[in-house]
């Protein structure tokens, strides 16, 4: 089990923001302090890694663009 707090610092985000995307993904938490299973962490960091993953991708696509 993981604490949301543990989640958040692992991922390099705030509480609320790892409390808004466990809702997000239907991981019932009511507070920091709730604990996950490790599933629900692992679905937690994969999600955000693919954003991450988008997110940079939209990068490089915009200073490519600019390049050019």
């Known amino acids: 089990k ?3 707090y543990e989640l ?14 466990c809702e997000a993904l239907g991981i ?3 507070s920091h302090s709730s604990s ?3 599933a629900q962490a692992d679905r937690a960091f994969h999600a ?3 954003a ?11 200073r490519r663009s600019r390049r050019a």
Do not use: F
């Open 2 to 4: 993981l604490r949301v």
């Open 8 to 21: 958040a610092r692992e991922l390099g985000m705030t509480n609320k923001e790892t409390l808004d995307l």
């Open 28 to 30: 019932g938490v009511k």
């Open 36 to 38: 996950i299973i490790d």
């Open 48 to 50: 955000t890694n693919r």
């Open 52 to 62: 991450n993953a988008r997110r940079a991708n939209a990068l490089v696509r915009q």
